[in-house]
């Protein structure tokens, strides 16, 4: 098959390695004629699997539409990369054209009747087919995936459930343009000496490369809106005024008057969200989300989330009596607010546990970090990542590696992309160029990791950054290691509240004393962690639990709600926000990591729209599951470890979640483990 159009690489056969895109022939201005060749010849493969005169069979009809579309996707995960970690004002205005028209050959697809017909049709009798329990599965979710989509609608409702799909498409993309405006447009001068009071070089020097990327006056220090920026000057910076400039410019992106006021965007996408669950016959958009997810109700979710809430709000009344105590000894103003949590903590951090980030990240290189994570794969897995050099990729920032399984071969190929930028969304998250599948001989995964953390020289990291590093590498290697036949049952293909369970699984090695004890090495001296401060770091792992399940759990309660109303009226999101805020009891000097007017998670698409709570949910499994290798007595068990490749990480969604996870721990989770920890089985003081 070619789509062969003259000068635009994007409709050629790629002659790269490992078939990579030609990154550096592609150019904006291919994408629209490229979707426009691409969404026709996905229309007539669609046809031609719809109007086979033979009879369905798993093979003609549900296998042939896994293999649909290729050329289409291939072209929409190019794009969706760039538009998300090298964006420009070009691809920015292709992305609102474009949005919307994808969104609308979409549901042209999942509403195409006479395909639905020939699927349904197998579907009733699936269980006398002889089906495998893979091809069970993939005829199961193509089915669930028609009726989500509108495919058992009436005419009417099924033209009104496309146009409702079409504009949340548009909605969104404006949405999450509007988050990258203001993040970017913000830049705080640190000019003087007194305006970096406080601040340790780690901080200075992102702070440094900050203004450089920018283009300012060498010897100018910017903060940004980055987490991994951001963050630690809100910890660090002596200047409590500074502080408060930069928390408050965090919590108003989205929600200022303006061509980038998201409010009422989010009250609009909220609005069709409710009449698109209401037209499939679902109470709230809420449940119509849950009806593909481990999660069996609302109230399920809700008596989750509380399980953590209560004893986390809780532990924090004692938290902030310490801190209220610690103002009043440094003689700084009573009763302290948000912008002041995170700088008294690290005060009373360094006090209790003799911990200064300024001392422990010359030992947390992202290099020395990045190695300690394939090293960790390697153990436990036995894959081995090479990395190549020289080949064309969207960034500098962009490294390649390839991964080969404990023979040689070679399994996919991996691309880490860490380093925040103003042409870059903020967050971390894991993507493909290429799904796995068993198709045609086999197509190796391409999977890329996107990180926001601050450059420097070198790129030193907290042990939150390591957190996340590892995190969005357990997505990663989900990728990586699927071993199914069905491009739709590949590797992160499943199901929301699952799809963090290997992500969330991997952050466990990077606490691991044995792996920190090889990896961890200062960046000037190459001498090892000192024995003693990993066990000051690690005895300080429940530090500020409170603080942390409070931010997190609050954003989770918050979508919930929100996608739980069953009032139609149209809402007022920051009135809405804020009524939530005081149902809840949200401490105003904790507060919330997630505002609804810049929360992407909910509104930049819809993946986890009423799902925030999946990763506590995911959370629940992953630390019930960890247990399995510390009840092993060894991080790197690998009768242990082979379980957890062949049920959790190679599956995908080829059987059911809570069956795979019953699979390799031998048993249902419980929440037990989750709970304790995060220090919240007991209502114990910070530190």
Known sequence: MSLSQEANPLLEEWQTPYGLPPFDRILPEHFSPAFDAAMLQHKREIEAVATLADAPTFNNCVAAFDACGEWLNRIEMVFYNLASSETSPALQAIERELSPRLAAHSSAVYQNEALFARLHALYEKRNSLGLTTEQLRLLERFHLDFELAGATLAAQDKARFAAIVEELAALSTQFSQN?????????????????????????????????????????????????????????????????????????????????????????????????????????????????????????????????????????????????????????????????????????????????????????????????????????????????RHGIPLYHPDARLWEVMDSEGKMIGVFIGDNFARQTKRSGAWMSLLRSQSGRNGGTLPIVLNNNNFAKGSPALLSFDDIRTLFHEFGHGLHGLMSNVQYERLAGTNVLRDFVELPSQLFENWAREREVLLRHARHVETGEPIPAELLERLQAASRFNQAFTTVQYVGPALLDMALHARTDNTPVDIAQFQAEQAARLGVPEDIGMRHYLPHFQHLFSGDSYAAGYYVYMWAEVLEADGYAAFEEAGDPFDRATAERLLKWIYSVGNSIDPATAFRSFRGRDPSVEPMLEKRGLLETSALG
């Open 179 to 387: 988050v990258l405006a203001d993040e970017s447009s913000f830049a705080l001068t640190l000019a003087t000496p007194d305006e970096r009071a406080g601040l340790p070089p780690f901080v200075l020097d992102a702070a440094l490369q900050a203004a450089s990327e920018r283009g300012l006056p060498e010897g100018t220090h910017v903060i940004t809106l980055s987490p991994s920026l951001a963050e630690p000057f809100l910890t660090f910076s002596e200047r409590r005024d500074l502080r408060e400039q930069v928390w408050r410019a965090r919590g108003a992106r989205g929600a200022q008057a303006g061509e980038h006021d998201n409010r009422p965007l989010a009250a609009r996408i909220v609005a069709l969200r409710q009449e698109q669950a209401a037209l499939l016959g679902y109470a709230t958009y809420a449940e119509y989300k849950l009806a593909d997810r481990m999660a069996p109700s609302v109230a399920a979710v809700d008596e989750l989330l509380q399980r953590a809430w209560k004893p986390a709000i809780s532990k924090a009344k004692h938290d902030r009596e310490r801190l209220n105590a610690l103002a009043v000894e440094l003689g700084q103003p009573t009763p302290i607010a948000a912008w002041d949590w995170r700088y008294l903590s690290e005060k009373v951090r360094q006090k209790n546990f003799a911990i200064d980030d300024a001392q422990v990240k010359p030992y947390f290189s992202l290099d020395a970090m990045l190695t300690a994570m394939f090293d960790c794969a390697s153990r436990l897995f036995g894959v081995r990542f090479k990395e």
